[in-house]
């Protein structure tokens, strides 16, 4: 299995291509879709994953969607941000945007495959009610809940710092030190690190 990142749109966001050799899975498609299209051709794609329903992890799902033979999931909570200029801010950057719809509304605990693969659902609220984190084996792709020696924005419409800290300890601090981490904008970490050395969120 590879996992290829793309920093994509205005806002830089990691977009992540997981991939066998003949099928893969787009998380957080933030823009730049001709960025995204050389890394899934020759495959299928049988799912695009939003971890939360802002424009910068969002502003390429009508494209794929209208390319390829793909299911849209995102987590129950946020699947109105998706259809909403305001909610998924994209107003804010002068850009009015809808996504098509989910086609899959994922909830806590939920499971999705790519391969052998198994994907698990994490709901890790507090950048957004329903920001969601993907467990891959020893990966989670964090969206913006979780960053390098950071964590996503709190001050925006449906943020809450005290939900994203308890996302934080009680989800994701849980995960094994040796966990890498895929966020939403800039560098990859590890769960050991973040607990280590992350003024934000103390253990």
């Known amino acids: 299995m590879e996992i290829i990142c793309k920093t994509v749109g205005m806002l830089a966001a990691n977009c992540y291509i997981v991939r066998n050799d003949y099928e893969a899975v787009v998380i ?11 890394c899934i051709e020759g ?3 049988p799912l695009v994953i939003n971890t939360h329903g802002h424009y910068d992890h969002i502003a390429a799902n009508n494209d794929l969607k209208s390319r390829y033979d793909t299911k849209l999931a995102c987590s129950s909570l946020d699947a109105e941000m998706l259809l909403d200029p305001d909610q998924n801010l994209s107003v804010m950057v002068g ?8 086609d899959i509304l994922l909830k806590d605990g939920d499971t ?13 609220p507090g950048h957004t009610v329903g920001s969601i984190s993907i467990l891959m084996g020893n990966v989670l792709f964090s969206g913006d809940t979780l960053f390098y ?5 709190t001050d925006l419409p449906g943020g809450n710092f005290e939900e994203l800290r308890k996302s934080i300890l009680d989800r994701l601090y849980t995960l094994p030190d040796d966990t890498v981490v895929y966020t939403g904008h800039g560098e990859s970490t590890l769960i050991g690190e973040e607990k280590r050395y992350n003024e934000w969120v103390r253990p």
């Open 28 to 38: 957080d498609p933030g823009g730049n879709p001709e960025v995204i299209y050389p």
């Open 112 to 124: 999705l495959k790519i391969g052998e693969q198994t994907l698990r659902i994490l709901l890790t």
């Open 43 to 45: 495959r299928t794609l």
């Open 149 to 153: 020696h950071s964590v996503g924005r």
């Open 95 to 102: 850009a009015p945007y809808i996504s098509v719809a989910p």
